[in-house]
């Protein structure tokens, strides 16, 4: 990643107001919030240019799709999907600003085909396996960064998707999260 890379995420952190995402109204913090420098940390991998339509896998409290809405200016899109339906209400009011965000409320196993193909796919939901769509609706050369659970210890993956629909690992970080699942899972009530 360049400077100029750099300097535009670390933008895109100072514009976002985090606790406007990860707070509730009565000052508590959204549980489906990742730890900033997690989110900081996937989004470099990510490498999101202007321009770059992506595809998130779990919208949770909004904050890394405002995020992927500045890096990838007007010009790119984010389509992001979340199985919360409560949580997607509160998140869709908070992300109106950003003409370039779609939302879905569905099951992410299946992407998001109406928009697909995508230049960038990005998980915040772990699985054992990449999901046949995630990698079918990226275009080639595209990057998808995905948590894997199982093996060894949890891991976060970045992958190129070649032509020939192959992902060549292409390096990856420490994490874990939540897994992915067809209706919402709230293992902290």
Same mark, same amino acid.
């Given at each position: =990643?360049?400077?100029?890379?750099?300097?535009?995420?670390?933008?895109? @952190?100072?514009?976002?107001?985090?606790? /406007?995402?990860?707070?509730?109204?009565?000052?508590?913090?959204? +549980?489906?919030?990742?730890?900033?420098?997690?989110?900081?940390? =996937?989004?470099?991998?990510?490498? /999101?240019?202007?321009?770059?339509?992506?595809?998130?896998? %779990?919208?949770?409290?909004?904050?890394?799709?405002?995020? @992927?809405?500045?890096?990838?200016?007007?010009?790119?899109?984010?389509?992001?999907?979340?199985?919360?339906?409560? @949580?997607?209400?509160?998140? &869709?009011?908070?992300?109106? +600003?950003?003409?370039?965000?779609?939302?879905?409320?569905?099951? %992410?196993?299946?992407?998001?085909?109406?928009?697909?193909?995508?230049?960038?796919?990005?998980?915040?939901? &772990?699985?054992?396996?990449?999901?046949?769509?995630?990698?079918?609706?990226?275009?080639?050369? %595209?990057?998808?960064?995905?948590?894997?659970?199982? %093996?060894?210890?949890?891991?976060?993956?970045?992958?190129?998707?070649?032509?020939?629909?192959?992902?060549?690992?292409?390096?990856?970080?420490?994490?874990?999260?939540?897994?992915?699942? /067809? &209706?919402?899972?709230?293992?902290?009530?």
């Amino acid at each position: =990643m360049t400077k100029r890379e750099v300097d535009r995420l670390s933008k895109a @952190l100072e514009v976002v107001d985090r606790d /406007a995402f990860c707070v509730d109204d009565r000052g508590d913090r959204i +549980p489906q919030t990742s730890a900033e420098h997690i989110v900081a940390d =996937m989004l470099r991998l990510v490498d /999101a240019q202007p321009g770059n339509h992506v595809l998130e896998i %779990g919208t949770g409290s909004g904050y890394s799709t405002a995020l @992927l809405a500045e890096l990838v200016e007007i010009d790119g899109s984010v389509c992001s999907v979340d199985v919360d339906p409560e @949580l997607a209400d509160r998140t &869709s009011r908070l992300l109106a +600003p950003y003409s370039h965000v779609h939302l879905l409320t569905a099951d %992410g196993s299946g992407g998001w085909l109406q928009y697909a193909p995508y230049d960038r796919v990005v998980a915040w939901c &772990s699985v054992t396996h990449i999901p046949e769509a995630w990698s079918r609706q990226t275009r080639p050369d %595209g990057i998808l960064v995905i948590p894997l659970r199982g %093996g060894a210890r949890p891991r976060i993956v970045r992958y190129i998707r070649h032509a020939d629909g192959h992902l060549e690992h292409d390096g990856e970080i420490e994490g874990a999260f939540i897994p992915l699942t /067809a &209706s919402p899972f709230h293992p902290w009530e």
